[in-house]
């Protein structure tokens, strides 16, 4: 297998390609939202680093969101129609998910219970899940599984049932990455006990391709593949115009005239 890894859902955006032996080879943008300019470049630097052609991928996955709406959209166009050119399928992957998969190496260094991916929704708006890694008998690491529901929390509502679970386990500490630390560190500080959370590292606190293709590689051995016109974005919300229209107040802006 050779699958192509697409990340656009954060700031800067990412392509990895990943083969059976799980050797991954990145490009990375370091230009915010810069993904529609940049991605079909990224997408040639890492497809020619693996030392092949797009005509030798055999799947491309998707970074689907939560995250930047225009850059889903980015991310999973791409991949459909890199699917339908090439004749490969698509795998899915929540974006929450390979941002806990990126952090869970420095999490259980950092002993760690618990991983909890935080993406800015603003005004104290979150898009976040909290993970457990999962290990073989052999002790060898298999899986981050959600343990806490993905979905839109306000913040001090995710601390709170993270804390109501943590009570639960004496001395359980908690790993947050992503963005929302950049937005509500001060919160968590305030809210969490001292020594029960540890926050990433900006070098590893976005979302990668790197991620996502780890994930991908483990779906497309289980056979968990989906045809291009299956793939599709995760928003976890509805947009701000999408809200508004809605609930009517957007039509009636547009209705009624504006004075100057």
Excluded: W
């Amino acid at each position: 297998m050779k699958i192509l890894a697409i990340e656009t859902t954060g700031k800067y955006g990412s392509a990895s390609v990943i083969d059976d032996g799980g050797r991954v080879f990145s490009a990375s943008s370091s230009e915010e939202m810069n993904h529609l300019k940049g991605m079909i470049t990224l997408i040639d630097e890492a497809v020619c680093d693996a030392g092949i052609t797009k005509d030798e991928l055999t799947h491309v996955a998707a970074s689907v969101g939560p995250g930047s709406f225009t850059g889903i959209r980015i991310g999973v166009t791409t991949a459909r129609i890199m699917s339908q050119m090439l004749g490969i399928p698509c795998i899915a992957v929540s974006t929450l998910e390979a941002m806990a998969e990126r952090a869970l190496d420095k999490a259980i260094a950092a002993g760690a219970l618990y991983v909890v991916p935080v993406i800015n929704a603003r005004r104290h708006q979150t898009y976040a899940g909290v993970y457990e890694a999962v290990f073989t008998s052999d002790g060898e690491y298999q899986s981050a599984v959600p343990v806490m529901e993905e979905k839109q929390y306000m913040i001090e509502d995710l601390l709170s049932e993270l804390q109501a679970r943590m009570a639960e386990y004496s001395g359980a500490a908690a790993f947050f990455t992503g963005d929302g630390i950049d937005a509500y560190a001060d919160i968590i500080k305030s809210t969490m006990a001292e020594g029960s959370y540890v926050f990433a590292d900006e070098d590893l606190r976005y979302q990668h391709a790197q991620s996502v293709a780890a994930i991908a590689l483990r779906r497309a051995a289980a056979g968990e593949i989906l045809t291009y016109d299956r793939l599709m974005p995760e928003y976890m919300r509805l947009a701000e115009a999408e809200q508004r229209l809605k609930a009517g107040t957007l039509s009636d802006r547009i209705r009624k005239p504006v004075k100057i």
